[in-house]
């Protein structure tokens, strides 16, 4: 059962290691200060869509994850209630992302719309 168990932590830690916040690959700061045009506003709303759909499915995941978590305490053991604490921090951290990066989505589609 205890190898069982450390089996289980290990995999899960590494599921939640691959979890981690990724930079999208676009240079947001050049982005941000030469975007003048329509277009340009387009493509950061579009860039922080993406983003904000990106934390909204890491929420979801994470979400899944805590309920499996909750339903199963007994066979996590002592590492239960870090598990879950540990999930709920993430899925803070990823709604507020996403809240954030619609907010962006939002302003930028004001900037286009008053844009030339």
């Not at 982005?31 to 045009?37: D, E, F, L, W």
Request: aromatic fraction near 6%; charge should be positive.
């Amino acid at each position: 059962m205890k190898t069982l168990t450390a089996l289980m932590l290990v995999a899960s830690l590494g599921f939640l290691g691959s979890c981690a916040i990724n930079p999208h690959p676009m240079d947001m700061t050049q982005a941000v200060q030469s975007a003048k045009t329509r277009s340009d506003h387009d493509s950061l709303a579009k860039h922080y869509d993406d983003a904000a759909k990106d934390m909204q499915a890491k929420a979801a995941e994470h979400k899944k994850l805590l309920a499996q978590y909750e339903a199963n305490k007994g066979f996590y053991g002592k590492q239960a209630s870090s598990l879950i604490s540990h999930c709920q921090g993430l899925i803070r951290v990823y709604e507020q992302a996403a809240k954030d990066n619609l907010g962006m989505v939002e302003a930028h589609r004001q900037m286009a719309a008053e844009a030339k």
